[in-house]
C-alpha cells in the first residue's frame, strides 16, 4: 500500500469519524511501516528512510486511536501509548542494526 492509498485512509477516518474508517487507517499505517523494513531489509530503503516513515506512521497511529476515542481512559490510554512505544523503540533498535 503507497503513502497516498495511506494518507486517503487516514483523512477518511478523520473526516468520517467512523471507527471502522479508524480501523482501516491504522491497519494501512500498520502495512506501511511492515512495508518499510521489509524494504530496509532488502536494501531499498536506507536507514533514514524507514526511520522516517516508522516515525510518521507511529505518529498517525496515536492521532487515529486519539480520534477514535481509545485515548480517553488514562489507564488504558497509558497501556496503550506504552505499547505503541516499546514497538516503534524495536522497529528502530532493527534499523540501526541495518548498515
Do not use: H, W
Not at 20 to 40: F, W
Not at 59 to 77: N, R, T, W, Y
Amino acid at each position: 500500500m503507497g503513502n497516498y492509498e495511506v494518507e486517503e485512509c487516514i483523512e477518511t477516518a478523520r473526516t468520517t469519524k467512523k471507527f471502522g474508517a479508524y480501523v482501516a487507517a491504522i491497519k494501512a499505517c500498520r502495512k506501511q511501516i511492515d512495508a518499510a523494513m521489509e524494504n530496509l531489509n532488502m536494501g531499498i530503503y536506507s536507514r533514514d528512510d524507514a526511520e522516517k516513515v516508522v516515525s510518521s506512521r507511529y505518529m498517525d497511529i496515536v492521532d487515529l486511536f486519539e480520534g477514535a476515542g481509545l485515548l480517553k481512559e488514562p489507564k488504558g490510554a497509558d497501556l496503550l501509548l506504552d505499547r505503541l512505544s516499546r514497538e516503534r523503540q524495536e522497529l528502530f533498535e532493527q534499523i540501526l542494526e541495518r548498515d
